[in-house]
């Protein structure tokens, strides 16, 4: 039985750097290093924009209520949301990464890549149409299409069940503590992941 690798995509696939972000579009309000992580955390750590990656919300709208909440430009807020996909660029060493573990999937046999990722339906479609290394997996869901975000149990059972994963025989990797122990809770392997060099020798330990 093959070993199912899942990622997620923000900050272990692609690049997520939500201060530098913030600091673009709002250079007065995000002026300081502290004052960029305040901003970015009261922008994307609220549940409108969880909304937003659930999928219940749409672009202009979140764009709306965070500027509205926040008493930002809301054209600037609606810059920064339109802008975001465009910030999410590969992150070289884990495309590289990817790009054995395929090579051995082809040749071997003994392993199968999925993702799952919180991920608003635009950005998805961004990312679906820009990048084409992303039909290199056998499959996965973004919550957006799913109206189910992590580290809800909803989505880890909904992956595991439409591609019928063994949980003994599944590790999720994730950049965020909270969704690597929702996975665990779930019964699988899971790595939180710091770089790909990390992580390589940590996956290597599971699918030899």
């Known amino acids: 039985m093959p070993m199912n690798i899942v990622f997620d995509f923000g ?22 290093t502290a004052a960029a992580r305040k901003l970015a955390g009261d922008i994307f750590h609220h549940g409108d924009w969880h909304d937003f990656d659930r999928g219940t919300i749409a672009q202009d709208a979140v764009a709306e209520r965070t500027a509205r909440r926040l008493g930002l430009p809301q054209p600037a807020m609606q810059g920064l949301v339109a802008a975001i996909p465009h910030h999410l660029t590969p992150i070289q060493d884990t495309v590289d990464l990817l790009t054995r573990l395929r090579e051995r999937r082809d040749a071997r046999g003994d392993i199968r ?10 950005y998805a479609r961004f990312l679906e149409q820009r990048h084409a290394f992303l039909q290199w997996f056998d499959g996965g869901i973004f919550s957006a299409d799913v109206q189910s975000i992590k580290p809800q149990p909803d989505i880890f059972r909904l992956l595991e069940a439409r591609y019928t994963l063994a949980p003994q025989r599944t590790v999720f990797i994730d950049d965020l503590p909270a969704n690597v122990e929702a996975a665990r809770a779930h019964g699988w392997h899971a790595i939180h992941f710091v770089s790909a060099t990390q992580l390589e020798p940590l996956l290597a330990s599971h699918i030899i």
């Open 11 to 32: 900050a272990v696939v692609f690049s997520w750097r939500p201060d530098e972000i913030v600091r673009a579009m709002f250079p007065q309000q995000a002026a300081t």
């Open 113 to 122: 890549l999925y993702y799952l990722s919180n991920m608003p339906a635009p």
